[in-house]
């Protein structure tokens, strides 16, 4: 039976071998194995039976898999490395390139070329020397292997044909600057231009163990797997490759003079910022919630529609608006302190209130989430409980400490936790506020007063300047896993998910 | 008695606007900031007259400089942008309801090998958010592009694939509803004849329509409005989303851009506002169960 579902299963399975293939083909070893384990997986869960309930599960597992699993290790494995600026590359990539690199031997003759067509693969090549009024002539076919050409000397040519221009030389340039031309009793040129030959040679040669050997000086090189670089034991080769550093991007940030510090006030203040967000917005959504959702209180919908209004505005355009309110000179807000106090406050550009503008800004836009849960548990405590209450004489307030609190606390302490988490990693609300900013003195690398945790590691990572650092951007990032994980932890023993989901 | 009570509720709701009237200032201020012709950052609240030239300076259409009264173009391509992140969060929208669907009803009716694995596995890292491994995406996107360039940075399809990761919230959300709908329809329905998978996609899903699309416009709010990934993945100017295209607008000139970023944002959050607004009941029932804003 040729059904949707067999052509869909055929046109999948053929294009993964397709990849395969590809990969395979052009020398992937290690990418195009991992691809056939998956190509392989796909087939015995699509046309195997008894692996019925894996077909559903397939296309999303693989795709978390590939786009969550893989990156979390990835990241762990870079901040175990040096990766970043002058240390792009690996080590095979950066011996290629240097093997690769030429040299232009100097008080050698040079000379200027035309290329003339033959035919469509053969070509005469008439190379001239100006000054000495002297003329070579050579014939090769490009499509073969041409080690080395030889030049005859021969009196000024003419030709009937017009040479290639050099546009049209460039199309042929990697083939032809392999060609070694040997002049008669001359060191042998190389094309080394679209119009121009000379001695070039390789700069670098192989030797055993990775090492190069540098032609010109004759100075052997080796490769320094610990920084990274080819190193005569004084002088570095650029570019450098990236090498395993064990746990030195760590110890860096624990020890190192320059970064300790700047990392141990990042640090404090990314638990104080999750810390005090949650607190305030959610005493004040707890608050609301009491306040609208109290008995006979009439315009509940509105007022709760309303409040929320600052949530469901993306969070980047309100923290946008807000630094223009911020604004030290003309924003509205020193307008109105100045109109109170006849002073204007320097809000992102001064460490503490650059922090309390954080903080506020946070507060308006995270209260209302705060108010929807508090209200939705509020709304669902039976009113029994609070008339057995009444008929017991507790007062309004005792209610509210004994019975309401403790209801509301058990049921939201997994979303306090939750939200903590989340403003751990609250990007937008500081980054487009304050940039990180004001900039720590004392720190050698790029780092702000504001600056969390997650916008440290953007900051090391993509903000140019000083260069990028992957290696250790990863290293930060996997110590937010750390708090991350062990706030999980909690959570699941909050909320008891680890007995009851199973 | 009567009259206290009504007194004191009098005073609640004028505590209350006042409350909210602080609140939703900003909001008010910035409409007021895109229809005032003066547009710089220290405007009055009200303005004194009224013109569209920020709206018509956003949306592509001739305006009159406030300074030096030419007519022009705006260079900054702000629809573009809006329509990128429109296109980009509705095919990740689309893209993850097949994927959570389907691995959300595997995990709702089946019984197999690693489902208790997979159900732990997803549960823990669905508090991960993807953001902490951008490094990673930067450079594995930077990989793929060497082979599948539609797919590498600074495209857009490579920016939907790093979204996709994120399924684990979405597939504990409709797994939880599925676990809601009874299965004695499908399996009557699998006694009629039908196949696992005709059952699937012809019963339970009209019947979750509700969850599918709180999952679909949950997904297309968050993704309109991420503004890390899109800002380290996309560089060119005309494939900016609109959160990091409004960004470096707003940025390189702040105080003289100001009308016309009032104008932009009220463009960009009105929408995403009314959708939210729109189904904010799911998210917070959703929500108890995980936790992806807030």
Known sequence: MISFKNIFTLFILSLGLFIVYKLLSQGYLLLGLVTTCLWALTTVIFLVKGAFPYRFMYPGLITFFLFMVIPILFTIYISFTNLGTGHLLSLERVKEILLLEKHTLENTPSYNFHLYPQTDTLFLIHVYNEDEQENFLGQFDISKENKSVNLKPVAQPEFIKSPFSRGEVFTHFDSLSEINFSVPERPPVKIASTNYMASIINRYELKENDKIIDMVTQTLYWPDYTSGYYTDG??????????????????????????????????????????????????????????VNSKHFKGKFIYRILIIIPYSIPFFISVLIFKGLYNKDYGIINDIVFYFFNYKIDWLGNALWAKASCLLVNLWLGFPYMFLITTGILQSIPNSVYEAASLDGA??????????????????APLLVGSFAFNLNNFVGIYLLTAGGPPMMEASTPVGETDILISYTYRLAFEGGRGQDFGMASAIALIIFIIIAFLTLINFKLSGMLNEKR | ?????????????????????????PIFYIISISLNPIGSIGSDIIPKDLSWTHWRYILGLPYTDGVTGEVKISSFPMLIWLFNSIKIS???????????????????????????????????VQMFPNIMAMVAFYLMLDFIGQ?????????????????????????????????????????SAIMDGCTRFQAFYKIVIPLSTPILAVVAL?????????????????????????????????????????????????????????????????????????????
């Open chain 1, 234 to 291: 004084k002088e570095n080769i650029t570019p450098g490759f990236f090498v395993n550093v064990g746990f030195s991007n760590f110890l860096k940030l624990f020890t190192n003079k320059s970064m300790k510090k700047p990392f141990a006030k990042v640090i404090t203040w990314t638990l104080l910022w999750s810390c005090c967000s949650v607190l305030l917005t959610f005493c004040l959504g707890i608050f609301l919630a009491l306040f």
């Open chain 1, 395 to 412: 007062g309004k307030f005792l209610t509210f400490r004994k019975i309401t609190l403790p209801l509301v606390m058990s049921a939201v």
């Open chain 2, 1 to 25: 008695m009567n009259k206290q009570r009504a007194a004191i509720e009098l005073a609640k709701h004028l505590i209350l606007i006042t409350f909210l009237m602080l609140i939703l200032f």
């Open chain 2, 90 to 124: 509705v095919i990740t929208a689309m893209l993850m309801l097949f994927l959570s669907t389907t691995s959300a009803y595997a995990l709702s009716r089946f019984q197999f090998k690693g489902k208790k694995l997979s159900l732990l596995t997803l549960m823990i």
């Open chain 2, 147 to 187: 082979y599948v360039p539609e797919l590498g940075t600074d495209t857009h399809g490579g920016l939907v694939l790093v979204y996709l990761g994120m399924t684990p919230f979405n597939i504990w959300l409709i797994k939880g509803y599925f676990d809601t709908i009874p299965k004695s329809i499908e399996e």
């Open chain 2, 218 to 294: 949950l997904t297309f709010i968050n993704t309109f409005s991420d503004f890390i990934l899109p800002s380290i993945i996309l560089k060119t100017q005309d494939k900016l989303t609109f959160a990091v295209g409004i960004q470096i607008f707003v940025s390189e000139a702040f105080s003289n851009r100001w009308g016309q970023f009032a104008a932009a944002s009220i463009l960009g959050a009105f929408p995403i506002s009314a959708i939210f607004l729109c189904i904010h009941k799911y998210i917070v029932g959703g929500l108890t169960v995980g936790g992806s804003k807030g």
